[in-house]
């Protein structure tokens, strides 16, 4: 480790890293803009100037750029000196000479890096009395806010959105004082990882628009830790509250799993939570089939006289909290839980549990597969079905780059002389899919297959690898490329529904293990806790897995009903689940917002959004990670685990009646089953303190606490009291130095922005000072997973086509969508056809294609695809109108002659009435 | 039809044979397509006068390029015209040697005789004036060039020759 000397201190630094990583790990202030540790350094805003002197004698040095120059054995370097701190005072000068006094209408404002690094330097007083700059704004979307005058050109939107995030429609446009960032005409930004631009931006050029709606400064706002429930790849993020409203979602760093990134759904798609569609109040139905509102108590008590001493069966939720599946399952019995998948989803989910225990290869963390040299991809569309994991995969092409700079000595934050060495040279990524991908610009191989075919081509691969070839001589290639790297990674997941696919990306992971490679295998599931619930339900010595549909058929043996936070309707099925309705069986359901399940049931029960209950939800890599109430639920809701706890105790239940707070409830359950046993560990408990305090939901400069209510009530309303969890509604307490899992925000001395993130981490780019959130629930005991190879489907009928689902990043999820932004975002169902059958069909992209499996049948818009498998047509996965779509069925397509092409699919604007 | 009319007409049938040929013909030097797209925008200029919205997607696609990146390609050079321009363009030389020669009354000059500012066109669309920091003919400053000729040793008299009396004008490199 050299040593080097910035103002005659000497600092051991890490070799091959720059200045000014060597100074922020030293803990020193050194201001920067267009350096960040996941883009590394292009040396181009001139903000971390030091000076650097040739020796011990020299006393004058030579201005240069911390972010652009390496640490050498006793390199001596001033941040302090006249010239250093005189230079970076210019810069920031240079830069506010069109920068506009607007920071208190900016929704920038008190969490600026701008406005940190002006007051860091001491540029205090303005001396420019000439005219600032002006640019028009361009309309980007629902999503972000564009205000270009406040741009001071760092370059660092255009580096993330184009060269990490992989989109093309947002390019630095002109040069020299009227450099602009925007699109070449204004629309929609098409990236799914649009929303970043929020926090990348060191100002207030891109800002979270749908938070300007309802602003509050950061200073204001109440965070919890939590985690994102848009998908099961588990993203940390900390969402914020005021006026018991939820305003927005920030990153929270998690250094193996999300980054310093989230996808769009995750940033954006919490809006429903405060929708009017949520429930507000408890309802029994009435015989007319309406709801009477009902309080708390009185619906506990109803559902206690319905429950106590009957046969009650549960229908659990891969949606809800481990806790909350875990205490219906007690309370209802094991053997009259099911999980709530839909039967081809179970059948999946219990395969990829047996995988995960059993395989040879690392289940690996983002963070992991960032790190592979050839990626093989089996039918799973990641950037719309785990979207994180894709940006990750972006990264992970960029290996080959790294390896080139490496055999030029170029350490890899040089990224422009990185990216400039590589040009389009990548990672082998090869992508074999049903159809086009979000991934196909990085891939160095697309292929295009059936299901069937998909998991025949893995196989074919696994074969391949073992030394037996394939006639098809791309199967031999794509083997090839995979016994030439050294960190393979294999990606499939259940998007497809597909058992087979899963299995063939287990052969392929596991015979690479017999090749000797330390093989990764990612395997993608669908929401949030699926992988929790499946351990949940998991059960070797059984094969009793009691499914939906076996579950409605023997509804009548039943009293009651009780379904948690799942739309059965989603699951498929329609006719078993109308038969549960129909059945003379009480259904009880709690859930967040309006579905067809809740109007079918007798007693509804509102439920909290994840930002108002705390739980456990294990990602798909097997990772628990816990997420608490970043406020409390209104008067009569209650998180699940409460009303289930309350129906507990009201029951008399043995196991359960005892149980009063959420820690005993992960005790129980972490009792009840080896697998979860360390879901103990996976947060601090309740009685966690920092110093004697409890952790700080609020900022200490949290405002008007007392009188935010006033309008309503001028009695100062008393502090709401946590009693569940170590987070505390209050500002009183540190807000650093706390575990991983424990971090609601973050704010450092002199660093507003969440740029004070490097104040947690415990070095540049690495783990939290507290660690890295989560513990790993699932260990394999490697003694190789061996699937069964699944037979191949019947083979076509003419004119049939094999439907395929389409998974979209803003459509495809249930609850996202019900956020007005996602919706519009989302457009209309679609039936996805390629541009050769759409002429033989003679449709183009917007006419409508009926579409007939069995003896139904309906009309969608058709959406043209780059390229789909031979046979096949795509449907949007997820969305209302095609629920009753199941992937592998055979269908007919025809011209609806009488389709209407919609005048607007615009939902919601912001652009006024001329745009709808 | 205007541009934002025309933006989703079909780009294929934009450029014309002799431009794609001239643009293939740049093509076969560069290993990346978009490597060609400082000469296939010269090549649509010299053609057009200027690049229109509909022109340069029309690029963008052919290069296989983003309308975006190929946007801060033609923005960033200021010969590349993202607006009309006159049939002959002034490029006014603003540089040090120029300006201590004295441009500054040449160009008021320029604006007194043509009614034209930086930026802007003449109304019978003859001239466009824009600056340039140097032309590489500092011994002979102030100098300027007028469509493809430089004229040097700039002064009022010369303006008035230039763009008063046309028939005087001869050629420029005096």
Redesign the interface.
């Known amino acids: 480790m050299p040593t080097i000397y910035v103002d005659d201190q000497a600092l051991e630094v890490a070799q091959g890293e720059n200045i000014l990583e060597a100074c922020l790990n030293a803990g020193l202030d050194l201001p920067y803009f267009c350096w960040h540790p996941a883009m590394g350094s292009i040396g181009s805003c001139r903000q971390c100037a030091v000076v650097q002197y040739q020796n011990e004698e020299d006393t004058k040095g030579r201005i240069v750029m911390g972010c652009m120059t390496p640490v050498t054995e006793g390199a001596r370097f001033s941040l302090n000196t006249d010239n250093a701190s005189k230079f970076r005072e210019a810069v920031v000068e240079s830069l506010m000479l069109n920068h506009p006094h607007d920071c208190p209408v900016c929704g920038e404002g008190g969490e600026c890096h701008l406005q940190d690094m002006t007051v860091m330097v001491g540029h205090r007083d303005r001396r420019y009395t000439g005219k600032k700059n002006t640019h028009r704004n361009q309309y980007l979307g629902p999503l972000i806010h564009h205000e270009m005058n406040r741009c001071i050109t760092c370059y660092r939107c255009e580096r993330y959105y184009r060269d990490y995030a992989g989109g093309?429609?947002?390019?630095?446009?002109?040069?020299h004082d009227h450099v602009?960032f925007g699109?070449?005409?204004e629309g929609v930004l098409q990236s799914e990882f649009s929303g970043n631009l929020v926090e990348v931006c060191p100002t207030g050029v891109f800002t979270d628009k749908p938070f300007l709606k309802h602003y509050s400064r950061k200073w204001d706002l109440q965070s919890a830790p939590s985690i994102c429930s848009g998908c099961a790849v588990g993203c940390n993020i900390a969402p914020a509250e005021r006026y018991g409203k939820l305003k927005r979602v920030h990153n929270r760093y998690n250094h193996e799993v999300n980054g310093y990134f989230l996808c769009d759904r995750g940033r954006f798609g919490s809006g429903y939570i405060n929708s009017d569609s949520r429930l507000d109040y408890a309802g029994i139905k009435k015989p007319d089939g309406s709801f009477m509102a009902v309080h708390q108590q009185q619906a506990i008590d109803t559902a206690v006289e319905w429950v106590k001493n009957k046969k009650v069966a549960g229908i659990g939720s891969p949606r809800g909290s481990i806790e909350a599946n875990y205490l219906l399952r007690e309370l209802v019995g094991a053997a009259n839980f099911v999980p709530g998948f839909s039967d081809r989803e179970a059948g999946i989910l219990k395969a990829i549990v047996r995988i995960l225990k059993t395989t040879t290869a690392i289940n690996p963390s983002i963070k992991q597969m960032e790190t592979a040299d050839a990626i093989l991809i089996l039918g799973e569309d990641v950037t719309n079905t785990a979207p994180r994991v894709a940006l990750g995969l972006r990264q992970a092409v960029r290996n080959k780059a790294f390896e080139l700079a490496a055999q030029m000595g170029l350490p890899q934050w040089q990224d422009a002389a990185v990216r400039n060495l590589a040009?389009?040279q990548r990672s082998p990524m090869i992508i074999v899919s049903a159809t086009d991908t979000r991934l196909d610009d990085v891939a160095s191989q697309c292929i295009s297959l059936s299901p069937d075919d998909i998991a025949a081509f893995g196989y074919g691969v696994a074969e391949a690898l073992s030394g037996r070839k394939s006639q098809d001589e791309m199967v031999n290639q794509v083997a090839a490329v995979l016994a030439g790297a050294n960190n393979p990674l294999v990606i499939s997941g259940a998007s497809m529904l597909h058992e087979g696919i899963v299995n063939s990306a287990v052969a392929v992971a596991e015979q690479l293990h017999s090749c000797d490679k330390p093989s990764m295998l990612s395997l993608c599931v669908a929401e949030s806790n699926s992988l929790g619930l499946a351990l949940l339900v998991d059960d070797p010595n059984s094969d009793a897995n009691m499914s939906i549909a076996n579950l409605t058929k023997q509804a009548s043996d039943f009293d009651v009903v009780i379904v948690l936070e799942n739309s059965l309707e989603r699951r498929g099925l329609s006719e078993q689940i109308d038969s549960l309705y129909k059945a003379n069986t009480k259904v009880i359901s709690m859930d967040i917002l309006e579905n067809t399940t809740l109007a079918n049931s007798d007693l509804v029960l509102p439920a909290a959004s994840y930002a108002e209950s705390q739980g456990t939800v294990v990602n798909s890599e097997g990772r628990a990670q816990r997420y608490f109430p970043v406020y409390q639920p209104s008067t009569e809701r209650l998180p699940s685990w409460q009303w289930l706890l309350k129906l507990a105790v009201g029951c008399e239940h043995g196991g359960l009646a005892n149980l009063e707070y959420f820690d005993q409830v992960v005790a129980a359950c972490a009792n009840s089953q080896a697998a979860f046993g360390r879901l103990v560990d996976v947060a601090p408990m309740r009685d966690y303190r920092n110093q004697g305090l409890k952790v700080p939901r609020q900022t200490h400069r949290y405002s008007g606490r007392t009188a935010m209510h006033a309008g309503v009530s001028v009695h100062e309303p008393q502090q709401p009291q946590d009693s569940q969890s170590p987070l505390t509604f209050s500002m009183e307490g540190l807000n650093r130095e706390s575990p991983a899992a424990l971090m609601p925000y973050v704010w450092s001395p002199g660093w507003n922005s969440n740029q004070s993130l490097q104040k947690f981490q415990a070095e540049v780019d690495g783990p939290l000072k507290g660690g890295t959130a989560g513990v790993h629930l699932i260990s394999s005991d490697a003694s190789g997973a061996v699937e069964p190879a699944v037979p191949i489907t019947p083979t076509l009928k003419p004119h049939h086509w094999r439907l395929v689902p389409v998974h979209q990043v803003h459509g495809s999820d249930e609850m996202s969508v019900n956020t007005d932004e996602i919706a519009q975002l989302a457009g209309r169902a679609f039936i996805a056809v390629g541009a050769k059958l759409a002429e033989k069909l003679g449709v183009t992209e917007g006419d409508g294609l009926i579409v007939a499996p069995h003896n139904t049948e309906l009309s969608l818009q058709v959406k043209i695809l780059s390229r789909v498998a031979k046979n096949c047509v795509g449907f949007s996965a997820g969305y209302l109108e095609t629920l009753d779509l199941q992937p592998g069925d055979l269908v007919t397509l025809s011209k609806d002659e009488a389709w209407v092409q919609p005048t607007s699919t615009v939902i919601a604007t912001d652009r006024g009435p001329a745009h709808v | 039809m205007n541009d934002?009319q025309m933006?989703h007409t079909d780009l294929d049938s934009v450029l014309s044979a002799e431009e794609l040929t001239a643009i293939d013909r740049e093509l076969s030097h560069v290993?990346?397509k978009s490597g060609a797209a400082i000469d296939a925008l010269k090549i649509v200029q010299a053609k057009r006068g200027w690049i229109s919205?509909q022109s340069?997607?029309a690029i963008a696609k052919y290069l296989e390029?983003?309308?975006?990146?190929l946007?801060?390609i033609a923005?960033?050079?200021?010969l590349i015209y993202r607006r009309p321009v006159g049939k002959k363009v002034i490029l006014f030389c603003d540089s040090v040697s120029c300006w201590i020669c004295g441009c500054d009354g040449i160009k008021q000059k320029i604006t007194d005789v043509l009614g034209i500012n930086y930026g802007e066109t003449t109304e019978d669309k003859e001239y466009s004036l824009i600056p340039v920091p140097c032309l590489g003919a500092c011994d002979k400053a102030p100098v300027m060039m007028v469509g493809d000729d430089l004229v040097t040793h700039l002064d009022d008299a010369k303006i008035d020759e230039l763009f008063t009396d046309k028939a005087k004008y001869s050629g420029g490199n005096t």
């Open positions: 093309n429609d947002l390019a630095a446009q002109a040069s602009y699109r070449h005409e040009q389009d | 934002a933006i290993p990346y919205d340069l997607q390029m983003s309308a975006e990146e946007e801060g923005t960033f050079y200021n």
